[in-house]
């Protein structure tokens, strides 16, 4: 097994043992070496794991006293996905904070008048099927895709398009999850939304990248309780 699939294995494994034994935000996980043992694989690959855990916003490194639990997964979360694949789909952000980030300043700086109107009806689409009751994620992929069309670079549509098993789990567990909160947690992920459309209308490159950034960081959090 390569070493990267036996990080996504200590990832799960470490998940599953902040969930098990219903760790607490500040509690502090077993120790690299018992980790190791406990899963049979090296210390290299559980720091590996645990780097991974860190940037996603589920744990914390502090050194010299070792990872402690940051956030938790929702447990609607993993009911949208299997508990192997939550490794990738997690770190499809990472991806997505470059690619998307950079799709909507050129959108902002590029886009013509059409593309324009497109974005705007699929915001409105957007903001129909999220405050109904019925599902909201191809609305939601609809309109992150308009954004990357307005590139006008191909490439950016065929990057979008490759990561559209992750986005449509993420962003179905994002909808999810929200709605079981105060109406709030929906009426911040459209704000965001608009936020981002606004800036590309006005042809702020830097404002829409910065609301992108923004609207995503804020979506990987929406993903923990």
């Known amino acids: 097994m390569s070493e990267s ?3 996504d294995r200590a990832y ?5 043992i902040i969930n098990r034994n219903r ?8 120790s690299e070496a018992a980790l190791a043992e406990m899963f049979g694989i090296s210390r290299t690959i559980v720091r590996e794991a645990l780097v991974r855990l860190a940037s996603d916003g589920i744990t914390e490194a502090r050194r010299g006293a070792g990872s402690f639990v ?3 997964p929702s447990e609607r979360l993993v009911a949208h996905m299997p508990m192997e694949e939550l490794s990738s789909t997690l770190g499809s952000y990472e991806v997505r904070f470059v690619l998307e980030a950079e799709a909507a300043r050129l959108a902002a700086a590029r886009r013509s008048a059409e593309q324009m109107q497109v974005i705007e009806q699929e915001m409105a689409r957007l903001e129909k099927a999220l405050l109904s009751s019925g599902p909201a994620h191809l609305e939601d ?3 992150h895709r ?6 006008s670079n191909p490439a950016f549509v065929s990057a979008f398009d490759h990561m559209f098993a992750d986005m449509d789990r993420v962003m179905k ?3 999810d999850i929200s709605r079981s909160r105060p109406p709030e947690a929906i009426e911040a992920m459209l704000s965001e939304h608009r936020t981002i459309v606004e800036a590309i209308r006005a042809r702020d490159a ?4 910065l609301a992108m950034r923004w609207h995503l960081s804020q979506g990987r959090k929406r993903l923990m309780p």
């Open 5 to 7: 699939r036996l990080a």
């Open 12 to 16: 799960t494994g470490i998940v599953e």
């Open 23 to 30: 760790l607490e935000v500040g509690d502090r996980l077993p």
């Open 70 to 72: 940051k956030r938790r």
């Open 141 to 143: 992929m609809a309109l």
């Open 146 to 151: 308009a954004i990357a069309l307005g590139t």
């Open 173 to 175: 567990a994002g909808i």
């Open 206 to 209: 830097d404002g829409a990248a």
